[in-house]
């Protein structure tokens, strides 16, 4: 089967570097991604994986390992707006067809 | 430039009804996916619509069901509601190419009773 891993919640201090891990068990990889979600809200796009190694886009960066199944999202220099879901997916090609599959998503607090 | 809509924003219902859910792609997207997402977790596939087909399925029963118009829209209809239906319901839209993403509408809450 498909399976996700990402710690439910982590807090952190506004200013500092938080990590937050996701390790996957899938068939049929083709990408990995990771979608920001406020309360209520929908997810909305931060970054995208397909090879190995680190993509930065300000702020944000996320890194991939596809032969260790794991990859992290980098949030420096935090934000008290960026207390929200950070939610790890990974595509699968099943069929010929791409298909998300989500982890569960890590609630993140960020405290003044 | 119009991003993924979705309606109505909020629904409630009673067992044992029917609704249909509504969504418009980003503009120029032709591919859409519905999502349920629980409270406290992430979204769940549904199914997705391209060329007005539902090509990929996932563990849902048969009372999910939907439908894309040649205007790209789409609807999901869910029969025979139950409580644990009580959802977000997400549609994501994004263009029938390799690499491409996925950009995520409002979502519609419904709330069974």
């Known amino acids: 089967g498909q399976n996700i891993d990402q710690p439910t919640e982590m807090t952190a201090t506004e200013g500092a570097i938080v990590q937050i891990n996701c390790t996957y068990q899938t068939s049929g990889f083709n990408g990995l991604f990771w979608y920001q979600q406020h309360a209520g809200e929908a997810p909305t796009f931060l970054s995208y994986?397909?090879?190995?190694g680190l993509e930065e886009k300000g702020r944000f960066s996320s890194f991939l390992s596809r032969s260790k199944g794991y990859s992290y999202l980098l949030l420096k220099e935090l934000q008290m707006k960026d207390s929200a879901s950070y939610l790890c997916?990974?595509?699968?090609?099943?069929?010929?067809?791409?298909?998300?599959?989500f982890g569960a998503g890590t609630r993140l607090a960020v405290h003044p | 430039d119009a991003g993924v809509t979705q309606s109505p924003t909020h629904l409630i219902k009673t067992r044992g009804q029917q609704v249909t859910l509504r969504c418009s792609p980003k503009?120029?997207?032709?591919?859409v996916s519905w999502y349920q997402q629980a409270l406290g977790q992430g979204p769940q596939f549904i199914f997705q619509?391209?060329?007005?087909?539902?090509?990929q399925r996932g563990n849902f029963p048969d009372r999910f069901s939907g439908h894309q118009f040649p205007n790209y829209s789409s609807e999901l209809n869910v029969n025979a509601l139950l409580l644990g239906d009580s959802a977000l319901y997400l549609c994501a839209s994004s263009l029938d190419r390799v690499g491409e993403t996925q950009y995520f509408g409002p979502g519609t809450r419904l709330l069974v009773l």
């Open positions: 997916a990974v595509r699968i090609l099943s069929g010929g067809y791409n298909k998300l599959i």
């Open positions: 503009s120029g997207h032709d591919t």
């Open positions: 994986n397909v090879l190995d």
């Open positions: 619509y391209y060329e007005e087909e539902e090509r």
